[in-house]
């Protein structure tokens, strides 16, 4: 899946936030795929209203992927939940969680969504075994996304490279329109890696994108850059010895 974003990378790119204006900024600007956000993030971002957001959000950008996150622990308000997000505009994907916080599957409400022909965004996603679910659940004839959280994996000293290789070879195996997304990438080197890997999106914070701009920059030049950054701290802050 090539980015349209003019990044030069062979994946998509769905910017990761609840900033409204950055969230408005990247798609007037073409610099992303789509967007995701979730709770946690509109809350640090002191979102007030969850459905005004949203129809802002899908307001200012009516023609590419959005994904908005349930929120309930028990799965019949999941649903309730999802269907209602889903009935906000075409281009909305939901995010159902992989399991609740008392870690039941979340996998029985994600098959009967999807053969609704609800468009899916499957988070938390962590183990290979988690994909291979998520993969016999959603329909073949619905759009849906496994968010699998290579960062977190990487958090745990855990390599998530070959795990994005395998979640990425169990989804095509399918053969339906089940993508796989590098979630919560650290640095902007996991964009390049997710590619090498042929995963099909990758999550990028608002800061992450900005370094995309650093790609073969000279590493002399930017040896310089960081010295002069130094400097003019020190100056800036009247240091003295």
């Known amino acids: 899946m090539a980015s349209m974003s003019g990044h030069g990378l062979n994946i998509a790119i769905h910017l990761d936030c609840a900033d409204l204006s950055a969230m ?3 798609y007037r600007q073409q ?10 993030l509109m809350a640090k971002a002191c979102v007030p209203d969850y459905q005004a957001f949203a129809h802002q959000v899908l307001q200012a950008i ?5 994904s908005f996150e349930v929120f ?30 008392r870690g039941e599957s979340c996998i ?15 988070t938390a996603v962590m183990t290979l075994d988690q994909v ?40 095509e195996a399918r053969r339906g329109r089940l993508s796989v997304l590098w979630a919560s990438p650290r640095e902007v080197l996991n964009a390049f890696q997710a ?12 800061d992450l994108l900005a370094k995309l701009d650093l790609r073969d920059k000279d590493l002399e030049e930017f040896s310089r ?14 240091y003295g010895v």
């Not at 959280?149 to 390599?159: L, M």
């Open 24 to 26: 408005i900024a990247a």
């Open 31 to 40: 610099a992303v795929d789509g967007f995701t956000t979730n709770p946690t």
């Open 62 to 66: 009516p023609d590419l992927p959005v």
């Open 72 to 101: 309930a622990d028990e799965l019949p308000e999941m649903a309730r939940q999802a269907r209602t997000i889903a009935s906000w505009g075409g281009n909305i994907f939901v995010k159902i969680p992989i399991c609740n916080t």
């Open 108 to 122: 029985p409400l994600i098959r009967e969504l999807s053969q609704e022909g609800l468009k899916l965004n499957v």
């Open 132 to 171: 291979g679910a998520v993969s016999e659940a959603v329909s073949p004839e619905a759009a849906a996304i496994a968010s699998v959280f290579a960062g977190r994996i990487a958090d745990t000293g855990r390599d998530p490279v070959p795990v994005i290789r395998e979640a990425v070879a169990i989804c």
């Open 195 to 206: 590619e090498e890997c042929g995963c099909h999106i990758i999550t990028m914070t608002p």
């Open 225 to 238: 850059e960081t010295v002069q950054m130094f400097h003019d701290d020190a100056l800036r802050a009247g």
